[in-house]
């Protein structure tokens, strides 16, 4: 038993030993190797800024940390012309808002109409509506910001047929109710120091034809420029060559008018489907609350009076029904009719009087 217990004793001391000179050894040969350098992920390099990192305990991550190769661009650019601004949605080829402030001077002026439309250059190509996507659509390139509103500026005017001041617009509703629409807009300048407008186009759920789903149709026009999108073979050639331009079914306009009196403003909000409307519907009937455009366009607008963080802090007073404070109304064709009827059968300075009464049937009344 003794002879086995030294035995014991003498295999552990070797192993023993035999631990101890390997780990000499590799602690030998660590200290005569070079420094090895601190991992990081690719394209993040180590410096100062990681040294001083350390140790400094949590630290709110800055955008694009985890994206070395950068991340995917916004898919909306804004971009400022001349005497108004847009949103534009570059998946769209349109812009999705334009903005606008006019004023009694600004709907006056000698400007001419030259209705020369141009593709926007400073728009990437790839991204950019053409002129020859509207050809043979069917569809007049609505504006979203008026020409007529620029009179003040040909500037402004010939930026107005910029085509990301475009979008697909029915024919019937662009060149009547729509019109009308922007006449009655330029008519609140009689009435108030400035108006703020914002106008875009919206893509609108419509019930399904069995009524059991809600699904958002619309048609594309245009042409997907294949010099500029690639080539492509097989499964994907029908993608290339699909049209890339949607027709918005319904288009909105929001409207601030201000008097430099009254310490609030008033505001309303218009829906109108994309498509022709009997110029006798009321206007009132496409009035619309501004969060509803909100929620179907995904934009807040004016966001400094309508969403302030701070209600208590100094600023405009929270606006109100702007079709309270005026008629939210057109003249119709019954209404023109009688007018003309009238004005046949009447003495000459009556004649006249409807004339005039005819010719400023856009002005909005104040409201009774």
Known sequence: ??????????AGAAAAGAAAGACASYLALRARAPPRAESAPIGVPLGAD??????AGPKRRGRGVNAPFGLPTRSSVERELEGFSVGYDQRLRMATWAYERLTPASVEGEAKRKNVFEEDARLASVFRARLQDYRGSGMD?????PAGDLRDSQAGMDASFMLSNIAPQDPTLNRGYWKRLEDWVRGLTMLFDEVHVITGPL???????DGESWETSYKVIGHNHQEVVGKSSGAQDALVHAPTLPIPTHFYKIVLARKSAILWPFIAAFIVPNRAVDENEPLQSFVAPVGL???LSGHLFFPKLLHRQDKHAPGPAAPKDLCGEVSCNFVTRAMRKSMKRHAASAPPAASDHAAAAEATA???????
């Open 362 to 368: 856009a002005v909005p009344v104040a409201a009774r």
């Open 141 to 145: 390139r609505g504006h979203l910001v």
């Open 203 to 209: 893509f609108v759920p419509q019930r399904s034809p």
């Open 293 to 295: 455009v909100e929620s």
């Open 50 to 55: 990681a040294d001083a990192d350390a140790g």
């Open 1 to 10: 038993m003794a002879n086995s217990l030294f035995a014991l004793a003498v």
